[in-house]
Every structure is written in structure tokens, then in C-alpha cells.
């Protein structure tokens, strides 16, 4: 309690608008393909090269980036809407692999600088990973936010073996009780509270503390703090 009550106190100090948090763009992306590319393209960069990156995608096959519907009514775009995983993976599997790093997605990023894969490939790997488990559209998320298997095949991908990656998609998928932990968030954490922090000590740090201000702030999500402090810390 006394790490929740610390955390809880930096909050009030740096003035988090807890009451009125408000998301950005990108967590209401039209389609899981956009979710894909976010969460792998984002790892260990500054997040507007991302958002340029996936912008690309969108320009070269001509497909809406965001869905206006679901910022308001907080439902999934219907499924007619969504381009699906299937047709993600089939548009990716009709160019080659040069085209993929220099015409769709522009981008030369590496999963890692040791022995990494370039993040186009990681995404139509971990795209393939969710064909595999019937994840097309948003709504066939739901069932799978706790499957073990699915977790365990995208940890095989080469720069995705932390799960970072898989949790920031589910967020950017709808899913409201999870956290980004990358090193932003790990960063704010670490220096309020003093130590170090496993991902899923962050996780249940700031589950804690979510639980103790949601008596105050009753509408406020685990996703809505998670993006406050990560807001925060990218200012400093």
C-alpha cells in the first residue's frame, strides 16, 4: 500500500488529469492490422516515427487509419468496416520483402541491434502468429487476452520474446485493463518508487494504485493511467 500511496501522491503533484484523461488517435485505429504495425513498429523509438510509419501503410493501400465511430460510441467498427488480419497478411504476402521495407511501410527499424529482424517482417510474423488463432477483427479479441498459446508463439518472434509488444496491441485492440510497460513506463516508476521493476511488478503496481483511485475517479481505465504517465514522461 505504502508504493501505491507514493505513486498516487506523484500524481496529484504533476497534476495528471485523472478526471479527464482523454486517448490519443491510435487507440482508436479502424482495423487490427493498424494495432499490428503500432505495437511492433513502437518498441525502443520515439513514437512519431511510428506514427508516420503506419500513416505510410495507410496511404499505399488507401485504407482509413481511424475509426471516428468508436472515439464517441466506444464500440467496434463493424466488421465489414475492418480490414482483416487475413486480407493484412494476403496484401503483404502479394509484394516482396524490399517493396514491404521500401514502399509500404519506409521504414528500416529492427526489432533489435543485435541479430534483430526488421519490424516489417515481425509484423507479418505476428500477424500470421494471430491468423493462426482465428484473431481477424476486433471483436475476436476478447477470447484471447489471457491465451497462454498465443503469448508463447508470439514470444518465438525475434525482438518479441518480453510481450511488451503483444500487451500494447490488446490495448490498442480495446482492452482497458492492461499496461504499456516499455521503457517510458518502467522509467516513471522506477524513479518515484526507487528500484527496478519486472513487467509484471509494473502491472500490478499500478493495478493497485488504479484500484485506489478509481473511488475517486470511477471512469478512469488502467489504460487511460498507463497513457497519463506515458504522456507525462515523454515530456521530460
Given at each position: 500500500m505504502e508504493k501505491?500511496?507514493?505513486?498516487?501522491?506523484?500524481?496529484?503533484?504533476?497534476?495528471?488529469?485523472?478526471?479527464?484523461?482523454?486517448?490519443?488517435?491510435?487507440?482508436?485505429?479502424?482495423?487490427?492490422?493498424?494495432?499490428?504495425?503500432?505495437?511492433?513498429?513502437?518498441?525502443?523509438?520515439?513514437?512519431?516515427?511510428?506514427?508516420?510509419?503506419?500513416?505510410k501503410f495507410c496511404d499505399y493501400f488507401n485504407i482509413e487509419g481511424f475509426s471516428k465511430e468508436g472515439r464517441y460510441s466506444r464500440e467496434y467498427p463493424p466488421i465489414e468496416d475492418q480490414l482483416s488480419i487475413n486480407d493484412f497478411v494476403r496484401l503483404l504476402d502479394s509484394i516482396t520483402p524490399k517493396q514491404m521495407v521500401s514502399e509500404v511501410f519506409r521504414n528500416r527499424q529492427r526489432t533489435s541491434s543485435r541479430s534483430g529482424i526488421l519490424k516489417s517482417d515481425a509484423v507479418l510474423l505476428f500477424s500470421k502468429v494471430l491468423q493462426s488463432f482465428k484473431i481477424n477483427y476486433f471483436q475476436d479479441c476478447i477470447s484471447h487476452i489471457n491465451d497462454e498459446g498465443l503469448r508463447k508463439e508470439i514470444r518465438k518472434i525475434p525482438g518479441q520474446r518480453s510481450g511488451i509488444s503483444l500487451q500494447y496491441f490488446f490495448m490498442l485492440a480495446g482492452n482497458t485493463k492492461l499496461i504499456k510497460p516499455d521503457r517510458m513506463v518502467l522509467g516513471y516508476l522506477e524513479r518515484i518508487i526507487g528500484y527496478k521493476l519486472a513487467i509484471t511488478q509494473a502491472q500490478e503496481l499500478l493495478d493497485a494504485s488504479h484500484q485506489l483511485l478509481i473511488k475517486d475517479y470511477p471512469s478512469l481505465t488502467l489504460r487511460e493511467l498507463d497513457y497519463l504517465i506515458w504522456s507525462f514522461q515523454r515530456t521530460q
Open positions: 501505491e500511496t507514493q505513486l498516487i501522491s506523484e500524481f496529484s503533484r504533476q497534476n495528471l488529469d485523472l478526471g479527464n484523461p482523454g486517448l490519443s488517435d491510435e487507440y482508436y485505429y479502424s482495423c487490427l492490422p493498424l494495432c499490428v504495425s503500432d505495437a511492433v513498429f513502437s518498441i525502443g523509438v520515439t513514437y512519431s516515427s511510428t506514427i508516420n510509419t503506419v500513416k
